[in-house]
């Protein structure tokens, strides 16, 4: 308790962070046909390949030229789309870089792809060596140069050891990269693995291999990237194809053309599809590309890695709000039971509030529209020369639901506060020191193509906060009033927990979240009898810095954990607070207020409180 306590010195300073809002501006991809978003169909880059050459403007006509049942969107352009950007490639108006055929580094499986080592390269040399660093990429390599040294394999001109060799070193080349693309400034890297639970075994080993290195290696170099469990998922869907509305056996969706046996999704079109609904009933386009609705699979899988870290830090954002709101129903008491004397000099109050809290994430990002509830009772005595003190108990609940259909979280509080106040002429303060447990049930719901994966979750935590409020108070017949301000400070921890459910599920370690917000404004009361009505207005700043990350953690594949930012929330924000107090009996008083936070960037919040208050 010292040590957190010991904490709150240091929250009036801006402390350090690495992370910032993930506002995406652009979206940047490299790699193969697992990303290419139809590089070949501007004619002027062919393949090289003279079959594929041959049939590809006649395909492109009829909405192929991309290694999908076209003319449906890949899943680099559908992921783009998420986040309003543009997904298309770089040479039709796009910063999609990725071209099919490509290999790591090293000549593609089509004559002309440029390898994904060079991609990055020529990226970066454009831009001068430096990355944008709010920026989304897609990085897909490595199934070519896989499928490259299973077939010297099979053809025994290497051994399997040699082919393993082989692929590690393929990765490595990914790496180094990839480490350059970081170094250079990307902050946010989607790399996904190889399916190495599919194919042959030579083919299942050569792929293990090759993702062990990969992941393995970008940690090793201090790359942040998240990985896209793709062998999980593929596992996931074709264990249940039914609930994913694909037919069993189906095959291919696309009829392979003349010339052509392998990765013949790119000369696929509404012509050459086996049934007409092919593109939606089949997971597959050819042998190893996705069909439309396998890639509306992947998208939406990726998606749900980048936005997850973000909704989760939801868990530490809200119990800031509702604590303030905790912290402005007892300094609504405090002046009532100082004018308020019973013959013992004691006062219980009462107060029920009920809030409208959204949290808006940033473009692309699902919000967090919730309504909290809390119920108070306060215990206080008045002490000579005008001192007051009391303890109050809080129940508190928020049902908080994560747009987009993505499911929600419950937020329970029980809290205690001790709180002293004093009036010193025109001169008063007040002081408020509360500490509250916290537990979450969370229900994070993805959907995936036509599906809903369910995960939930189970998690506690707390919320220690010292406040207080000083004023002057200026006398004007029935008219009071004066300049206030106020300092709150928070230290709200929530325990690291892991979901379950599904191939989406998730694992998040702890969060500490530090606020410390000072406020500074005017407040006003009239004294009508039986009525007292008042108002008050103030400007708050968040002085601690809002910049942290959520760190996550796939729980289908042990692989690295990747860390994105919190929502951020703005630093400044007005905050109103009106109502009236109501003489009910000698020693009963009634309250009801309105409160509302006007101009802060991401938030929306306004609600309000009965109460009362006995003298005994």
Not at 33 to 40: E, F, H, I, L
Not at 42 to 66: E, K, Q, R, S, Y
Not at 321 to 349: A, D
Not at 526 to 551: C, I, M, Q
Request: glycine share 12%; charged share 10%.
């Amino acid at each position: 308790m010292r040590a957190r306590v010991g904490l709150f010195a240091v929250c009036m300073a801006a402390y350090a962070g690495a992370a910032s809002a993930q506002t995406f501006n652009q979206f940047v991809g490299f790699g193969d046909s697992t990303v290419d978003s139809g590089w070949y169909r501007n004619l002027a880059f062919p393949t090289g390949n003279a079959t594929v050459d041959a049939a590809l403007p006649a395909a492109i006509a009829n909405g192929g030229g991309v290694s999908t049942t076209g003319p449906g969107p890949v899943s680099s352009q559908l992921l783009a789309s998420y986040f309003g950007l543009n997904g298309n490639p770089a040479n039709q108006g796009g910063a999609n870089y990725a071209i099919g055929g490509a290999r790591n580094n090293q000549a593609g499986s089509y004559p002309n792809a440029v390898s994904t080592v060079t991609q990055i390269s020529n990226y970066l040399l454009a831009s001068g060596g430096i990355a944008n660093r709010d920026a989304l990429y897609l990085i897909g390599s490595g199934g070519n140069d896989v499928s490259l040294y299973v077939g010297r394999v099979n053809a025994s001109t290497i051994t399997l050891a040699q082919g393993e060799q082989s692929v590690g070193q393929s990765a490595a080349d990914f790496v180094t990269s990839v480490r350059s693309l970081s170094a250079a400034g990307a902050r946010y890297v989607i790399v996904p693995n190889q399916p190495q639970s599919f194919g042959t075994a030579t083919e299942r080993t050569l792929r293990t291999t090759y993702n062990q290195t990969l992941w393995s290696g970008l940690a090793a170099n201090n790359v942040n990237f998240i990985p896209v469990d793709f062998n999980g998922m593929l596992q996931a869907v074709t264990g249940n194809l039914a609930s994913f509305g694909f037919i069993a056996g189906g095959g291919p969706a696309c009829i392979a053309p003349g010339g052509v046996t392998s990765g013949y999704a790119l000369l696929c079109t509404p012509l050459t599809l086996v049934a007409p609904d092919a593109m939606q009933t089949h997971l597959f386009a050819d042998d190893i590309h996705l069909s439309t609705a396998g890639q509306k699979i992947l998208a939406d899988y990726e998606y749900s890695l980048v936005v997850a870290p973000s909704m989760i830090s939801m868990l530490a954002e809200a119990p800031v709000k509702t604590r303030t709101s905790l912290i402005g129903v007892i300094q609504n008491q405090i002046p009532i039971s100082q004018r308020q004397q019973g013959r013992s000099g004691f006062n219980t109050w009462l107060s029920g509030d009920i809030s409208r809290l959204k949290i808006q994430n940033n473009s692309g990002f699902p919000d967090d529209p919730g309504t909290p509830v809390s119920l108070t009772a306060g215990f206080d005595y008045k002490m000579p020369s005008n001192w007051l003190a009391g303890v109050a108990i809080t129940v508190g609940r928020q049902n908080a639901s994560f747009s987009q259909n993505f499911g929600g979280f419950t937020q329970n509080e029980f809290a205690v506060s001790a709180y002293a106040a004093h009036n010193a002429g025109p001169m008063w303060f007040d002081v408020i020191a509360t500490y509250g447990t916290l537990g979450f049930d969370i229900k994070r719901d993805v959907p995936i193509g036509i599906t809903i994966q369910h995960n939930t979750a189970s998690v506690s935590g707390s919320n220690l906060s010292l406040a207080g409020e000083a004023g002057h108070n200026f006398q004007n017949g029935a008219v009071t009033h004066g300049p206030v301000a106020g300092l709150a400070l928070q230290q709200l921890r929530i325990n690291g927990f892991t979901e379950s459910g599904s191939f989406t599920s998730l694992g998040f370690t702890a969060q500490t979240r530090n606020s410390a917000i000072g406020s500074a404004g005017y407040q006003v009361a009239y004294d009508a009898g039986p009525w007292r009505p008042f108002a008050k207005a103030s400007w708050n700043h968040e002085f601690a810095s809002a910049s942290r990350s959520v760190t996550a953690t796939l729980t289908t594949i042990s692989a690295p954990s990747y860390s994105m930012p919190a929502v951020s929330l703005g630093p400044d924000w007005a905050a109103v607070t009106g109502g009236t107090t109501l003489k009910l009996a000698a020693n009963m008083t009634g309250l009801l207020a309105l409160s509302s936070t006007l101009a802060q960037r991401s938030v929306t919040a306004y609600g309000g409180q009965v109460g009362i208050n006995v003298a005994f």
